[in-house]
């Protein structure tokens, strides 16, 4: 039998993906409309004090394409505050023209595939720690997606050997690297959490690097042979003021 590989584990996520129901809005009188974009707002600032307590995280996106057209992606230290989040943000009235299109369930997750023998507790050291509670950063574009490890009968990650396996996720992650500067990763856990075992979100100012890593991650082993993939979803950031021009409706006179 193959040995497991070892993780630590810090905050739980909630990516939430929602589109707008346009027909429905666009029916709402202005007055109404901004009092319901107001409400919203001030629910996302008051989540935002987690992080000045260092309870958490969130990050809006503005998505392309058909599959949403809002991100939500939510850190906190329970599962329990993530559920109250998203109940919350069911109760606002403009929640009756979000209809949701995908939700992500899982946990910030670091293996211990890369890392060294030491004897210290891995979650006193401050460099592990903001990997598993970090403050997410606000470029101008996200990535997001679902994977797994492929197990079937000619590939079967999880029947390779610890040794075989630190050896492949060396290789992957040396390429990993060389985007240093251009693109901020985070890995989330989702075994027994959701449809697929990680969530891989990605950070960047250029939106064309999730383009090339993805691309060039493709010739690497470990995705050519044990990786399967679920939807992409791109966005750009969504802060107050282009909110409200994305949720803006024109009126013809």
């Known amino acids: 039998m193959s040995h497991a ?6 905050w739980y996520s909630l990516h939430l993906f ?4 346009w027909a429905s809005w666009r029916l709402v009188p202005e007055t109404e409309r901004m009092e319901m974009i107001a409400q ?13 307590t260092g309870e958490g995280d969130h990050v809006a996106y503005n998505i392309a394409g058909q599959k949403a057209d809002i991100l939500l992606w939510f850190l906190r230290p329970d599962m329990k505050a993530l559920t109250a989040i998203e109940t919350a943000i069911n109760k606002l009235p403009i929640a009756d023209h979000f209809i949701p299109t995908y939700s992500y369930v899982s946990v910030v997750e670091l293996s211990n595939y890369l890392a060294g023998k030491s004897d210290e507790d891995p979650y006193e050291n401050p460099h592990v720690r903001a990997r598993l509670y970090p403050q997410l950063p606000e470029t101008d574009y996200i990535c997001f ?13 999880y029947m390779l050997s610890m040794e075989e396996r630190k050896k492949l996720m060396y290789d992957h992650g ?12 985070f890995i989330t856990g989702s075994v027994g959490f959701d449809d697929f075992e990680w969530g891989v979100t990605l950070f960047s100012d ?28 791109i966005g750009n950031k ?9 949720m803006a409706i024109s009126v013809e006179k």
């Not at 919203?40 to 000045?52: I, N, P, V, Y």
């Not at 997606?145 to 990650?157: D, G, L, S, V």
């Not at 064309?208 to 042979?225: G, H, S, W």
């Open 5 to 10: 590989a070892e993780t630590l584990d810090g």
């Open 18 to 21: 929602y589109a707008v129901d």
């Open 40 to 52: 919203f707002e001030s629910l996302l600032t008051e989540l935002k004090g987690a992080k000045d």
């Open 145 to 157: 997606y679902p994977m797994n490890k492929r197990r079937n009968e000619t590939y079967n990650w």
């Open 174 to 185: 040396m390429i990993g690297r060389k985007y240093a500067g251009r693109i901020k990763q």
């Open 206 to 233: 250029d939106v064309l690097q999730f383009k090339k890593i993805v691309y060039e991650m493709r010739f690497d082993e470990t995705t050519a042979r044990y990786g399967e993939f679920g939807s992409f979803f």
């Open 238 to 246: 969504l802060d107050q003021q282009t909110f409200r021009e994305m």
